[in-house]
């Protein structure tokens, strides 16, 4: 056989599989039905017959494609009419009411809808049958639950047909046979899906469901459910507390050092935060300005400029302000205090009052989806493995460093370090350095996830000084317990009692516990000399 003639021959039975396949012309009639039901009716026929052609006519009525000329349905598609039954090319008619578009309410467009997503279900390409299944999962209809059983009976993919005996069962529900309700009742009960705890909230009810057996099934499913539910939403707020913990750590990082090495209690610090996520502000704006094309890669070219910018920024605090006040704690309280006014108001000037706009990069959008109600997102996930990095990189720098002995020397006795050559004062300006460039890496990942405004290092100062007396002073283990546990507790307090009853019990936990173990979680080794 010549490959002509298998041409041939196939050529013969696409147009013998596209006669056979054309919708009933009474049935394509139907949609332009003045009558809404009768519409809907024909839909429904249309999509029972799961073919090409059906989803194409579908298709042309939900983008009002589908007009009515000199009696007859035409598909309009680019200038270019073809008939809405056969498919055969078609003349548009000149005449002033013709032709005349097929009108349709919202009613009849969640049935289009619907129906699209069924028929795609048949397609030949995995993502679209993915994407058809999704859809269905709270549009699955009674109507529909012949043309799902099809579909299941051909699928062979595992996550389709997971999708797909959901959006059956949800079918299913309409049933008048006791045990077919009774069986879509346990399968949804296995799911954590709000959705399906929706529709089987009222099967609960006898006036609903006169069944027992289902109407116990639909109370025990429920409950289930609700379980689940309750059990994804507390991962989720543990969830969002790691992300929380991790830029107090990020935040208490640098104060731990700082405190630890000059005992000097910076109430400026939270502006340091603020200095980092502007510098990431000012980065993104060059990159839209002159690399628009690399406008996903500005938060790495950020990360470097918000460590230096806020390491000058301490380190001219320290040599302007500090220096001159060691030993003396209130009037370094009041300084620093006055300090983080003056960089507020420097960022208001600057920037304006207002808060400014930080779009996550595309390769941060988005989550991974866990449940039906856990999304884990991409940039809270990206933020702990940032603060993972950075307290690795911290760890390296102080203890298999020079600079890191002699921080941690000055730390844990200034006076005997100093006499075996240690330069103090020199250490006490890295060190400060050192952790305002920290708090600048967590002023990046806050700007993620938060508004980036002059005043937003306001809200963290109390929480970074709290994990590092919780965590111990200059103590990196501490701290990170300390951050981590108070980002998830907070979290877990918020969900079940609200924002300031959660704040209020917080600290008093903190009291307590400063009260029976002052020296915090880890002590620290070594005498204090002042």
């Not at 279900?121 to 639950?145: D, H, P, T």
């Not at 309409?174 to 045990?179: G, Q």
């Not at 209690?265 to 690399?294: C, K, T, W």
Request: one cysteine or more; a positive charge.
């Amino acid at each position: 056989m010549t490959r002509r003639f298998r041409s041939l021959l196939t050529a013969l039975a696409l147009a013998a599989g596209s006669a056979l396949a054309a919708p009933d012309p009474a049935v394509v009639k139907q949609l332009a039905d003045d009558d809404n039901t009768r519409k809907i009716e024909a839909i429904r026929q249309l999509t029972q017959s799961a073919e090409p052609a059906a989803r194409r006519l579908l298709q042309a009525m939900a983008e009002d494609r589908l007009v009515l000329a000199g009696g007859r349905l035409l598909i309009v598609d680019d200038g270019q009419a073809s008939d809405a039954a056969s498919g055969a090319p078609a003349a548009l008619p000149n005449t002033p009411a013709s032709p005349e578009p097929i009108t349709i309410n919202n009613r009849v467009r969640g049935e289009l809808a619907s129906a699209i997503a069924a028929l795609d279900l048949f397609a030949a390409e995995r993502s679209v049958r993915l994407e058809a299944a999704r859809r269905l999962q709270s549009k699955a209809g009674a109507e529909l639950a012949p043309l799902l059983t099809r579909a299941l009976a051909g699928e062979l993919d595992a996550e389709i047909r997971a999708l797909l005996s959901v959006a059956k069962a949800q079918a299913d529900l309409a049933s008048r046979d006791p045990a077919v309700r009774r069986g879509a009742v346990l399968l949804l009960g296995d799911t954590a899906s709000p959705a399906a705890r929706a529709l089987l909230l009222p099967l609960t009810e006898q006036a609903n469901e006169p069944d027992n057996r289902v109407r116990y099934a639909a109370i025990s499913a429920v409950k289930a459910i609700d379980k689940r539910l309750a059990n994804a939403e507390n991962l989720g707020r543990i969830f969002t507390g790691l992300s929380l913990g991790s830029i107090l750590l990020l935040a208490a990082l640098g104060l731990a050092i700082t405190y630890g090495v000059m005992g000097v209690i910076n109430m400026a610090h939270g502006e340091l935060l603020m200095v980092g996520a502007y510098s990431a502000y000012a980065v993104q704006s060059l990159f839209r300005s002159h690399l628009p094309d690399y406008i996903d890669w500005y938060l790495p070219a950020a990360i470097p400029l918000a460590f230096f910018a806020a390491a000058a920024v301490g380190v001219l605090m320290e040599r302007t302000v500090i220096r001159w006040l060691y030993g003396r704690t209130l009037e370094t309280l009041l300084a620093t205090w006055g300090l983080s006014l003056i960089l507020i108001q420097a960022a208001r000037v600057l920037f304006g009052a207002q808060n400014v706009e930080l779009a996550n990069p595309s390769w941060m959008s988005g989550g991974v989806e866990l449940m039906p109600n856990l999304v884990l997102p991409w940039n809270r996930i990206v933020i702990i493995g940032f603060a993972l990095f950075v307290l690795f990189l911290v760890w390296v720098l102080m203890n298999r460093t020079r600079l890191g002995m002699f921080v941690r020397a000055v730390t844990q006795n200034r006076a005997m370090a100093g006499c075996v050559g240690v330069p103090t004062a020199r250490i006490d300006t890295l060190a400060f350095a050192l952790g305002a460039g920290i708090a600048g890496l967590g002023g990046v990942a806050l700007s993620q996830i938060s508004n980036v405004g002059p005043d937003m290092g306001q809200g963290y100062i109390v929480d970074s000084f709290m994990v590092v007396v919780v965590g111990g002073v200059g103590q990196l283990a501490g701290a990170v317990w300390a951050a981590l546990g108070l980002g998830i507790f907070s979290k877990l307090l918020e969900g079940w009692a609200g924002a300031v009853v959660a704040k209020i019990a917080i600290l008093v936990c903190i009291i307590i516990f400063i009260q029976k173990r002052p020296q915090g979680i880890f002590a620290l080794k070594g005498r204090f000399v002042d």
